[in-house]
T-cell receptor, first 113, second 110 residues
């Protein structure tokens, strides 16, 4: 059982470049979300989705786009990377029918230079 | 707006001593409440969660937490800390828009 899979694990971008962080889950969870983690700030919610075709903004959505065309996938797009987006990104999915347990991916380390 | 506050950025305790990590929240209704632990360079592991019912919740690794509605708090406790408990601890609150506190880093002295 793969759980939540994020790719890539490490990425270095130049300012202004675009990229997509991929997230896939094989647990048929309706809920998925993206967080960024920065020192001293905990995890901050970027975007979340409660099902295919439905997305909503979290605390820090600016500079990021998401879409949810399938239950399994929830990619996070950086349209024009900025140094302020250097962070560790975590994708998560949640089983909303069984105790709301959240499953996190292993994280993606992104550096924007 | 909802928010989560972990007042202690860093706590040091001696091995075998008791531990309490504080978490206060602001939310429109009684939210779902969680505690997570993160070791350096690792992902997050769920320690325990509270949705309803008994306000004292037992978790893994000997941790427990108590929900106090009147204080909007969900403090994490452990009666006797082990060296392997050294990590960063995060309180999380909410439902679809789950928010995390800034974390408390725990150091355990031998």
């Amino acid at each position: 059982n793969a759980g939540v899979t994020q790719t890539p694990k490490f990425q270095v971008l130049k300012t202004g470049q675009s990229m997509t962080l991929q997230c896939a889950q094989d647990m048929n969870h309706e809920y998925m979300s993206w967080y960024r983690q920065d020192p001293g700030m905990g995890l901050r919610l970027i975007h979340y989705s409660v099902g295919a075709g439905i997305t909503d903004q979290g605390e820090v959505p600016n500079g990021y786009n998401v879409s949810r065309s399938t239950t399994e996938d929830f990619p996070l797009r950086l349209l024009s990377a900025a140094p302020s987006q250097t962070s560790v990104y975590f994708c998560a999915s949640r089983d909303m029918t069984a105790g709301n347990t959240i499953y996190f991916g292993e994280g993606s380390w992104l550096t924007v230079v | 707006a909802q928010s989560v506050t972990q007042p202690d950025i860093h706590i040091t305790v001696s091995e075998g001593a008791s531990l309490e990590l504080r978490c206060n929240y602001s939310y429109g209704a009684t939210p779902y409440l969680f505690w997570y632990v993160q070791s350096p360079g690792q992902g997050l592991q769920l320690l325990l969660k509270y949705f309803s019912g008994d306000t004292l919740v037992q978790g893994i690794k000997g941790f427990e937490a108590e929900f106090k509605r009147s204080q909007s708090s969900f403090n994490l406790r452990k009666p006797s800390v082990h060296w392997s408990d050294a990590a960063e601890y995060f309180c999380a609150v909410g439902y679809n828009d789950m928010r995390f506190g800034a974390g408390t880093r725990l150091t355990v002295k031998p």
